[in-house]
């Protein structure tokens, strides 16, 4: 009977909390954020200085790059005469061919693809300071040194399959193939235009040592040393490994040819990198001075010393002498690790 006496209190004026204004029939949905134009000038400004910028080393560097260029269509040349003078025969004996089941006709695709998805993912990597805010290195100096380890392991790899012609384990290369041999060329014009790419694809007696791994390891020794995340490079060198069993298992080279590859490529990148000029960090602060100036910056470079002598100032010699970028190298995701010598000044 007492819980009737018991009257509701009221506890509206004890609740401060802001409400909610209802939301009425003229109020608009928030907008998503579109693609500005703001971004989108931002994008071309920043393309636009990238073009500068390569173009002028392109100007001082194009022999080195047409070079390099020449040389690949000279390696494709080669590929193509060693095919004439191909004899097809019995497959030699190979322990990879043990080991490895044959993956067949129907499944020879596999390799190729994971060497095309590298050699893509290599060239957009090359090319990204184009897009990118954060950059580490130049396109074409990148290039440069690309361009001469590939060329210096080619001149290997021609002076190897002349020497020794082996029949070759593919099967548009093997005994009873229409593929195996070719006939006697027309004309020196036949011969020049090296069919690509069915040349390139279908070609026989280039076996020691393997093309596909020589671009391969390349760019992953490339990116090993230019590169900034570490994921990809560990990725890479598993590719790398599986790349070189899916060609032992598509019978596309015997292992021998892969074993060639690995080493020697290794061994011509080491010793033409060191032959090479360095290419600076872009991430340092001397790294613009080893571009090529243009005449409007060199004009004032001399005014500017001219203007220290005028004023009895003398030119220090080591304020032009071009300092490399790097003091140490460049570690994952873009850390620099500076020797202590460098650090110290000595």
């Not at 290369?173 to 690509?196: D, M, Q, Y």
């Not at 021998?256 to 490529?265: E, G, K, L, S």
């Amino acid at each position: 009977m007492e819980a009737e006496r018991i009257a509701e209190f009221p506890m509206t004026h004890l609740d401060r909390r802001s409400r909610k204004r209802p939301r009425l029939c003229w109020d608009s949905a928030p907008q998503t954020p579109k693609f500005s134009y703001d971004l989108m000038l931002k994008l071309w400004k920043r393309f636009c200085a990238e073009v500068s910028t390569e173009v002028n080393l392109l100007a001082e560097n194009w022999k080195y790059i047409l070079g390099g260029l020449v040389f690949q269509y000279i390696h494709g040349l080669a590929a193509r005469g060693v095919h004439y003078i191909h004899r097809p025969g019995p497959t030699l004996q190979d322990a990879g061919f043990f080991l490895l089941p044959e993956l067949g006709k129907d499944k020879a695709y596999i390799s190729e693809t994971v060497f095309t998805s590298i050699f893509i993912l290599f060239v957009l990597w090359t090319f990204h300071p184009f897009i990118l805010k954060s950059k580490k290195i130049y396109t074409v100096l990148v290039w440069c040194r690309v361009l001469a380890f590939l060329a210096a392991s080619q001149f290997l790899r021609i002076i190897t399959f002349y020497s020794t012609q082996l029949p070759g384990p593919n099967y548009h290369c093997r005994e009873g193939s229409k593929l195996a041999t070719l006939p006697p060329p027309h004309s020196a014009f036949e011969v020049l235009l090296i069919n690509f790419p069915r040349g390139v694809l279908y070609g026989c007696g280039d076996l020691i040592f393997s093309s596909h791994m020589i671009f391969t390891l390349v760019f992953i020794r490339t990116y090993q040393k230019y590169g900034t995340k570490r994921w990809i490079k560990q990725l890479g060198w598993l590719l790398a490994v599986v790349q070189s069993l899916l060609i032992i298992a598509s019978r596309k080279h015997y292992t021998v040819d892969v074993i060639v590859a690995w080493y020697t490529v290794n061994l011509v990148v080491f010793f033409v990198d060191k032959n090479l000029p360095e290419i600076p960090d872009r991430s340092s602060v001397g790294a613009s001075l080893l571009l090529p100036l243009s005449n409007k910056d060199k004009d004032s470079w001399n005014k500017e010393e001219t203007h220290k002598l005028l004023n009895g100032n003398s030119v220090d010699p080591m304020e032009r002498r071009q300092r490399n970028g790097m003091n140490g190298k460049i570690m994952d995701d873009g850390l620099a690790v500076y020797s202590e010598s460098a650090i110290n000044g000595v």
